[in-house]
């Protein structure tokens, strides 16, 4: 009797399902002595945090394209899930992405539509293909459709992050490595913020409102659109998280507070004497 062949999107989702487990179950480190309690011992510095990420999973099979989603939300990488073409450029329309996961087999308007319309509209995404057809024929096909990265099924969970990771990286905009604002200087690309020369920690989701804060430079970006580009299209529009979010970041930067609340309107970044609602912060009297 021959044995029955289950499909590449089976494999992969099971395997990403026991990667997943896996990750649970590794203990967090306990105990680590606080920095700079042994003797003359530097304190040790944290690696920057990866660059905040949001990606559209385009993929018609729902157990694989959940497992994905779980699997990124474990790398802290916001992700949206959509089963057709059709709704992969819906989503596109209002939404912007660093990448897309897309899988050629969509059904509606087919993945290789969809790749062609994001380079025929000049959306700045990267496309990272996903298929279960590994000839080199199908592979030449798709980079010639615009995909940036090819990834056949199935596949580990870990390279299907670092792909990720490594398109993120690749600018495409041309934005400047450095951006200066205000007396604050972020580097989107060593995820470092330094304010008057003073390096500033800051956590994912805070990096992550800093840097469309300061991309507007001084203009007034709603809470919603920090909401979009912050969060994925599943957080509560009436959720609290950018006010508290805010509320962190003006005690990281320290005083006086350089990021200033027009009401009704959002949130601006500024001098604490030029700020256009005329609030400023506890040391800027």
Known sequence: MVPHSEPASVVAARQLA???RERRRVPARR???RPGTRGDTPPIRRAPYPRPMRVLIAEDEPYLADAVRDGLRLEAIASDVVHDGDSALENLAVNSYDVVVLDRDLPGTSGDEVARRIVADGRPCRILM???AD???EKVAGFELGADDYLTKPFAMRELVVRLRALGRRPVDGAPPVVEFAGLALDPFRREVYRDGRYVGLTRKQFAVLEVLMAAR???VSAESLLERAWDENADPFTNAVRITI???RKRLGDPWLIHTVPG???RVGGPATGADGTRGPGSR
């Open 18 to 20: 026991v990667e997943a």
């Open 31 to 33: 105990g680590r002595p």
């Open 130 to 132: 996903l298929t279960a």
């Open 135 to 137: 000839r080199l024929e």
């Open 218 to 220: 001084g203009g007034v």
């Open 247 to 249: 509320s962190s970041l």
């Open 265 to 267: 309107t959002g949130y």
